[in-house]
Nanobody, 118 residues
Framework: QVQLVESGGGLVQPGGSLRLSCAASANILRNSVMGWYRQAPGKQRELVATITSVLNSVITNYADSVKGRFTISRDNAKNTVYLQMNSLRPEDTAVYYC?????????WGQGTQVTVSS
């Protein structure tokens, strides 16, 4: 059983930055699609960004709403995935969840709250 633990959420002013971390309990990053999702109150959970490897290339994918502001990355040695969030907006307020898809299995973290407000 793989466990994912998020950290780094908090309260930030509009225009500010946060970096979220997702630590995996096992060495799954190389063989998985890792991603960040978010869910705002009253809304469905939505994809924010994903990262995976194809041959020797790292492939990232972003929701249109965060392109140019958010960056997903990973450190295989630390089994950790990051989400660097810059130029934050009030509409980025949500619970952010880490997700890992490994060989047909789907793993989720417990979520971390991000609030963007002045």
């Amino acid at each position: 059983q793989v466990q994912l633990v998020e950290s780094g959420g908090g309260l930030v002013q509009p225009g500010g930055s946060l970096r979220l971390s997702c630590a995996a309990s096992a060495n799954i990053l190389r063989n998985s699609v890792m991603g960040w999702y978010r869910q705002a109150p009253g809304k469905q959970r939505e994809l924010v960004a994903t990262i995976t490897s194809v041959l020797n290339s790292v492939i990232t994918n972003y929701a249109d709403s965060v392109k140019g502001r958010f960056t997903i990355s990973r450190d295989n040695a630390k089994n950790t995935v990051y989400l660097q969030m810059n130029s934050l907006r009030p509409e980025d307020t949500a619970v952010y969840y880490c997700n890992g898809k490994v060989l047909g299995d789907d793993y989720w973290g417990q979520g971390t709250q991000v609030t963007v407000s002045s």
